[in-house]
Structure formats: C-alpha cells, structure tokens
C-alpha cells in the first residue's frame, strides 16, 4: 500500500514516519451531522440540524520481518565464516497496522543442521547500514508507529568446533503484543563454517529512511575478507576483454540518476568503475553519465587481481550518489541492494556456496511535504481578480483578499473561498476563522452555502481543489468598520504547514435605522507652548500652572473616551555658555488626570509635521545651542473616562544645569459626555396559537456615565400581549429606571409574548423594543440622552421539520461499512414545501451508497424521491460516487416536474428515510 510520511529534513531514524498502511489511524473520530431546508407553512424558509453521530476507528495489528526464510532449507539469506567467527543477519521490522505496536523479538535454533549457534544477540540498527555500530544496544522488542519501521541486525558465533561446510539454521520470530495471535515466524537464515576466503558484504544508505525529493541518496558498499585464506578474483568481461578481480555490482533504483563518478578502495589489487546497460559491463568514465536506473542498469567496482590476491582482514569500499527526482511523490519507495561475486577456492568460478554475497537491503521513502494554500473562490494561491455576488453582495476578489464595500447590520453577508492541497499526498485540513467581531456568528459551510462543516475536510489529493464558504451574520446592533477575518487553514498531518487568506467587510451601516459614518481621529491643528502674550516658552517659566498651550484659540481641547490629543512642542537650546544640553522630558498630573488619563508619551518629530516617528522617547538627546528640538505629546484618555476636564502640565529639565533648571507648560482636556447604548439583537422566531414565546436583548451601555433606562414596546396589534422584565420572574407592562454601569456595562431584557387562541398560520406581529436612557452622574432627570431599539418579529407557524440521525457503528475498523440513518419529519400541523436534506461525505469515509424512501405523503400518488450531488440537478437515480467533501441531496417531487421547488409539498405526518453507507479509509 502507498505509503503516506512526513517529510522532517533528513531523518536519521529508524522509525520512519506516519502512514496509512492499514488506512485510517487509531483513535480517529468520524463525524457527521445532516441538514435541512424548506420552507415553513408561514412561507418562510427555514433551516434545521440534525444531532452529530460519531464513530472512533479502532486499532487493526499487522507486521512484516523480511527477508523471508520459509523453512531450513530454504533459508532466506546465508553467511559464511570461520569457526568461532561471528556473522550477521540482517532483517527489516515493518507496522502495517494504522497504530502504534509493540512487537517482541526472539530467536529460535534449528533442528535440521549440524551446529546450534552461540552467543545470538538481536540488535536495533539504527542507521540500516547492516552492521552493528558503536551505541546501537540489543533490543527485545520494538514499538513502531503505523507504516514504521526497524532494521535489525541478528549476531552469531560459529561453534570453534565446527568443520568446513557444516551450517547452523537460525530463525527470527516476531509477536505482536497488541494482538498475540499476530505472528510471522518464516525468517530463517543459515550460517556455514569454512577454511576458505569469505568475503562480508553491508550496505548503508544516506540518509536512511525519509527522503526529500531533490535530493541525493548516498549509497556505500564495504566489507572485508574474514574468511581463513586470500580471495581469488573470477574472470569478467570488461570492454570486451576477460579480466579477473573481485565483482561488487549495485541495480540503480528505479528513476534515481547516478550523475558523478563513483569512489572507493581495496585494501588489495587495483579498483576500476564500470557499468552494465544489459549489453555486458564497461568501464565507467564522467562521459558515460548520467546514469538513469531502470531496473535493469548497474553500477560496479571491479577489484582486479590475480591469484589468491585479496588477504585476510584486508577491506574494500564502493559508494556512489543517486538523485531522486524532484517531482517523486509522497510514499515513492527506493529499495536497494548489492552483490558481491569473488571466487573463494581458487576454482576459476563464483559459483560455489559463498561466493555470492548479498548485501542487507537498504529502503528509502519519499517523505511526504504537506502544504496548502487557500485563498478568495477560484483562486486559491492568492492571485484573485474580479467579482462574484452572493446574495445582495458583490464581493471583489484583490490578490489573497476578498471585500465588500459596505453590508448592512442584521445580514448575511457569504465569503467562498478555494483550498488546494499543495503537498504531495493527500491530506486533510482544519479550517478556522478568526478576527471577527464578538457577536457575529461566522460558520464555515461547504460550497452549496448551506452544509455546515463540522471537522477537518478531506482528504484532498496533492494538487487537488476544495470550495468552502465563511457564512457571517451580522449583529443587528453592530455598526461600523473595517472588519478583516483571517481565515486559516491548517494540514492535519503537519500542523505547521498552514495558510490564511483575509475577508473584509469595509463598514457595516445600521440596517434598521440610518447609515452612520465616523472618520478617524487625526491629528489636531498646529500648536505651539506659548506663553498668554502668544510669545514662545523660554527657560524662565518656572511654576507648573501658569502657563497653557493653546489649541486653534482654545485651552481646552474637547475628545471622546479613549481618543488622543497631541500635542506639538518644542525644546530650544538658549544656554549663554554656548554649549550643548540634553533635556529629561516628564509629565506632572494635574485635576482629573488619573481618572481620565490613561497614557502620555513623547516623540521625536524632527520633520516637524505633527507625526509621532519612531518609538517613545524619555530625553530629546543632545540638543546643540541655539537649536530646537522639535517632538509631540500624545495624550490618551481611558477608555471608560468620566466626563470632565484632565489637567497635566509637561516638563523639561536639564540634564547638565547644576541647578536641574526647567520648564514647564500646562494642558488641559475636557472630556466629552458619550451617550452610546445599544439593545441587540433583532429577534424573530415562531409560535403555535395559542402559545408563548420569550425573548431575551442585552442592553449594554457603552456611554462614560451611568444610564438609567425606561423599556417600553409597540407590538400587540393582533391583541398580544408583551411583558417585560430583568429577571425573567417578575414581569410589567413596561420597565422604568433600569439601571446600566457605564463602559460596557449590561442589563438582560426579557419579553414575553402570549398569543391568544384562533390566530392564522401566517400571521405575524414586529414589536419594537425601545430603551430611552438618561445618561447622568447625578440624579435621573428623565431627559434621554440615549436611545435604542431591537424588533422582534413572530409569525404563527403550523409546520415544523424533525430532522434525527443514527449511524450503526459507534467504533469500527478500517475497510468496515457504516449506515447512517437519516429519518425527516413533518411533526406540525401544516404543509412544508422545498424540502432538501443533505448530508455531507463524513470525511475518512468512501462513499458506497445512497437510498431514500417516503412515506405518508397522502394525496400525492405519484411522489418520487430525488437525488442530487449539487443541490440543482436532481435525479431518480441516486449516485454511485461522491467526491472528498462532497454532498448528497434528497428531496421528494410531488407535482411530477423532475426538480425540487416550492411546488413539492411534505404534508403533516410525512416522512423521509434515507440511508446513507460509507466505507472507513
């Protein structure tokens, strides 16, 4: 099965990376959740939810140990050494599960042989290379990850009693500990005592495991002679011409390139390079290259001697590099190899038992590169142009930005977007919204504008395209502008590898009453630290009081809570001495400061513009005689100041006077009366008749000073009744003096609504709540500085749709099927029309089918339930596929026109069943 890992640079590791060998990973939580449309007996569309059905996959246990040995005599890889020596096997773990498993290791001795081996110790080969290295320890067992795996090395000592051409069998034999009956035992590996020359052969691969697509793979060869005489070369035909030396011959992987010269050495005889393109071998040169693998092109050291000519303990090396190719998927495997042919008895030939030796077999995987983009619809690497409307919206699509100039309060204002999966696996994604302003309610739906998507989306294939939509419904209270929600979307797989892409509403405009625009708080006109003469301030101001700065002719500039005066000043250096001085800037609080002030900060204005540059400062720095040293004030009122005048004066002193001369400029700031309070939201909702409704409204004041507030409404024209109350147990025709803290304080509002029995289907009444408030830090006086309004709207409905769920699994394993029922009913009194339920793929899940049935549809002989995979086009005949992230739709057509319309009706008692069946990944 395609392997599916995460690329972490080169990964040096033995357990290599997360897959889906055995398809969705442990743990795993598939979840879905069906929705509905249709339109109410009222004639007002209508939208409901089913409940969220969940299944958790559970663990599947499957392993591999290669190479294979199915039994003594067939043993799946052979070793030759002296008696007393000690050879190695080698063999390779792998967790084809979809979780994590522990898998205990043992050895096991033959019975159809001439020697049981000694001194058997299993070894963690950390970098695959074969061969037991300085800190690998011995291990009982192994934990691997899904789709991990180990190499393991297997020592052992050839009894020093053993004759020439006798042989030991040795198995290796892994347990699963998740599941004890999961067992591979077929490892058999055989070890033969000899006098004569043996030859050892390991491979190592840089790096091993996970690779990088681009990059190379370095592959070496090494060994030595650890037999009991001198190596023979055997005859090979080079160019043409017979040549006799010792053979180590390498497959090139299929699809890497070999594009520079091979290296190594021999402790003995003299190393050529040569190749082998299925027409015999040549000599390799830099003109042969690159040398593309196959399958069938190899590369070669020829180690070229005669005679017993490579001694004992003498060693050799061959290592070459391979290119992966840029463009090699995720999971893309590179497995490899090497032979070694000599001839150990001086017989003229290599085919004798030992005289062919196979390396261990290094792997490497492409690693996987998780990457998305997601951007405005249609362009999901962020390079939108033009516009497309949803709703009342145009939407303009500019680079990774998607805007609408203006919405209106109480709306619902659409953003579609596209995502492309950039890696190179599939992968699923989690997507997420922020920045959006506390009330509005944004829900990420998929791109029929109605599914709500509940999870991560996906799998997406590599290169692969996926629409959503951001639904945001504005607040009925909420004014003003720029809102920017940053979307993001993140890889599951690798959680770092993540994109945004930026919705902005550029202002919102009262809906309901009129359209407020406010500009921003700039910078106020030139001022200057005058004296009352109007002449400039000089060093022989000395009191904290006495003298202001003026502002367009008046002393005291009038702001907002929370808005900012700045303030122009100037420091001139008039020393007689004519030397240089630095001057310590600090701010002296006057009346009404603390309680209204909340910062002053000084900054260089050496363009002297008005504009804070650069960060703040506490000193001007050296200023030279003579000069001016030009810098601004800016002063920050809190946000929850009272109304009243802040009084502060500004000081400058000199850093060199012995006498710590300053001077000084008083300032004063009226802080404005802000009468802001709001009552949101707009309500609306339905009732049976007779029957009661409550509603509930935050009234929040905003203003700088306590509000005391009359509630009062105007609905009942139908002969409602309206009660209101703030406790929602004691209940009045109106409220009076409902008390509101200043600064975002809030008061709960509760309406009741009683309707009568006799009232119509259809009917509907708009109250509007009003809330008259008289902003005072004294005495209520009942003059309304502050007035505010939410409506509510309800109609007397007779139909209501009962939309429920069940899945028939509530864990499953993957290849398992689940049933998702969804059962739809008209549980009211009166006719439901437009009836579309939909139900998106649950994602880990292929689909397998879907079907529908409907019962109860009294008076509609021929009503037939359609299918549909976008909501539009509609079908007899359900789907047989369904992509990642797609939807399937069912309606039932009652006027026989083939769609789903207005015209279809789902009467009282009606029900729709539909089964839906998928298949765990």
């Given at each position: ?13 033995v ?26 007996s009222a ?13 958790i ?11 294979d ?13 002296l ?14 599960g ?67 051409g ?12 998740g599941?004890?009956?999961?067992v ?39 060994g ?65 290259l ?79 590169a ?29 680079a ?15 953003f579609?977007?596209?995502?492309r ?31 709500p ?42 959680p ?6 930026t ?47 003026y502002?367009?002719?008046?002393t005291h500039?009038e702001?907002?809570p ?9 420091v ?15 701010l ?6 603390a ?13 002297d513009?008005?504009i ?6 506490s ?40 006498a710590?001369a ?7 700031v ?9 009552l949101?939201p ?23 000073a ?5 509630i009062s ?41 009683q ?14 709540v ?10 209520p ?16 409905v ?33 006719n ?21 049935t ?6 509609f ?6 299918y549909?995979?976008?909501g ?50």
């Amino acid at each position: 099965m395609k392997r599916i890992r995460r690329y972490v640079g080169f990964l040096l590791a033995v357990l290599m990376g997360l897959a889906l060998a055995a398809g969705t990973p442990a743990g795993t939580a598939i979840t879905n959740q069906a929705t509905a449309t249709y339109i109410d007996s009222a004639g007002q569309p209508r939208t409901t939810t089913s409940n969220l059905v969940t299944t958790i996959v559970q663990q599947v246990y499957s392993f591999t140990i290669t190479p294979d040995g199915n039994n003594e005599n067939n043993p799946g890889q052979v070793r030759s050494g002296l008696p007393g020596s000690q050879v190695l096997f080698n063999y390779r773990v792998r967790n084809n599960g979809n979780g994590t498993d522990t898998i205990s290791l043992a050895t096991v001795q033959g019975t159809s042989d001439n020697f049981d081996l000694q001194n058997v110790r299993i070894y963690l080969d950390a970098n695959c290379n074969g061969n037991v290295d300085a800190g690998e320890g011995q291990v009982t067992q192994v934990t691997l990850p899904a789709d991990g795996e180990a190499c393991l090395v297997v020592t052992a000592v050839i009894p020093s009693g053993a004759t020439s051409g006798q042989h030991g069998n040795l198995n290796l034999v892994g347990t699963s500990q998740g599941n004890a009956s999961v067992v591979d035992n077929n490892n058999w590996a055989q070890a033969r005592a000899t006098a004569q020359a043996a030859l050892t052969a390991f491979k190592a691969a840089t790096p091993s495991g996970s690779v990088a697509p681009g990059t190379p793979i370095t592959y070496t060869i090494s060994g030595a002679n650890t037999g009991g005489s001198g190596a023979y070369g055997y005859p090979v035909t080079v160019d043409g011409t017979s040549r006799t030396g010792i053979l180590i011959e390498d497959v090139i992987p299929n699809g890497l390139q070999v594009a520079a010269m091979p290296t190594g050495s021999a402790g003995a005889g003299t190393v050529r390079f040569v190749y082998n393109t299925g027409s015999g071998w040549s000599t390799l040169t830099s003109s042969n290259l690159p040398l593309t693998g196959n399958g069938t092109v190899r590369i070669g050291m020829l180690i070229e001697g005669s005679g017993p000519f490579f001694p004992q303990g003498a060693q050799y090396t061959f290592s070459f590099n391979a290119q992966v190719p840029s463009g090699a998927p995720a999971g893309t495997s590179y497995s490899n190899f090497a032979v070694v042919r000599f001839d150990a008895n001086g017989d003229g030939d290599a085919d004798d038992t030992g005289e062919t030796v196979t390396t261990n077999t290094t792997t490497n995987t492409v690693g996987a590169a998780y990457a998305v983009q997601v951007g405005p619809y249609g362009y999901p690497l962020g390079n939108g142009t033009g516009t497309y409307t949803v709703g009342a919206y145009t939407i303009t699509r500019n680079a990774d930005q998607q805007m609408v100039s203006a919405v209106y309060s109480g709306t619902t204002v659409v953003f579609r977007h596209t995502l492309r999966n950039t890696g190179n696996t599939a992968d699923s994604f989690t997507l997420s919204p922020s920045g959006q302003p506390s009330g509005w309610a944004c829900q990420l739906v998929a791109d029929d504008l109605a599914t709500p998507i509940s999870g991560p989306v996906g799998p997406v294939a590599a290169g692969g395209d996926l629409n959503f939509a951001l639904r945001c419904q504005v607040p009925a209270g909420y004014t003003g502008g720029p809102v920017n929600i940053v979307l993001t979307a993140t890889s599951q797989a690798n959680p770092s590898a993540r994109d945004n892409t930026t919705d902005t509403v550029t202002t919102v405009a009262d809906g309901y009453r009129f359209d407020l625009f406010g500009g921003v708080d700039g910078y106020p006109p030139y001022t200057q630290v005058r004296t009352p003469n109007g002449t400039l301030l000089t060093s022989d101001d000395t009191t904290t009081t006495n003298r202001s700065i003026y502002q367009s002719g008046t002393t005291h500039p009038e702001r907002d809570p929370g808005q900012s005066v700045t303030y122009r000043l100037r420091v001139q250096n008039l020393n007689p001495n004519g030397l240089a001085d630095n001057y310590t800037l600090n701010l002296i609080p006057q009346t009404g400061y603390a309680q209204r002030v909340a910062s002053v900060l000084f900054y260089a204005d050496p363009d002297d513009d008005g504009i804070p540059n650069g960060a703040p400062i506490s000193n001007t720095g050296l200023v030279a005689h003579n000069a001016i040293f030009n810098l601004v004030a800016v002063v920050t009122l809190r946000n929850d100041a009272p109304p009243g005048p802040a009084g502060f004066t500004f000081e400058a002193k000199s850093g060199t006077s012995s006498a710590e001369a300053s001077d000084y400029a008083y300032a004063e700031v009226l802080v404005n009366l802000v009468a802001q309070v709001t009552l949101d939201p707009d309500r609306s909702g339905t009732v049976t008749s007779p029957g009661t409704l409550v509603y509930t409204h935050t009234l929040t004041n905003s203003s700088n000073a306590p509000a005391y507030c009359d509630i009062s409404g105007n609905g009942g024209a139908h002969g409602w009744t309206y009660q209101y109350s703030t406790n929602g147990n004691n209940w009045y025709g109106a409220l009076a003096d409902v008390y509101v803290a200043p600064n975002g304080g809030t008061a709960t509002i509760y309406v009741r609504l009683q309707v009568p029995a006799g009232e119509p289907v259809g009917r509907s009444d708009v109250n509007t709540v009003t809330a008259n408030c008289d902003l005072t830090t004294g005495t209520p006086d009942n003059t309304y500085e502050a007035t505010d309004t939410a409506t509510e709207t309800t109609t007397i409905v007779g139909g209501e749709l009962r939309l429920q769920k069940t899945v028939d699994r509530t864990t499953a394993y993957p290849g398992d099927v689940l049933t998702y029922t969804i059962t739809a009913e008209n549980i009211g009194t009166g006719n439901l029309t437009e009836v579309k339920i939909s139900d998106p793929l649950p994602n880990h899940t292929t689909f397998v089918s879907v079907s529908a049935t409907a019962t109860g549809f009294t008076g509609f002989a021929g009503a037939t339930v359609l299918y549909s995979t976008d909501g539009t086009t509609w079908s007899s005949t359900p789907p047989t596929s369904l992509p990642a992230g797609g939807v399937v739709y069912v309606g039932v057509d009652t006027n026989g026109d083939g769609n789903i319309t207005s015209a279809d009706v789902m009467p009282p008692a009606a029900k729709v069943t539909i089964t839906l069946t998928v298949r765990v990944q």
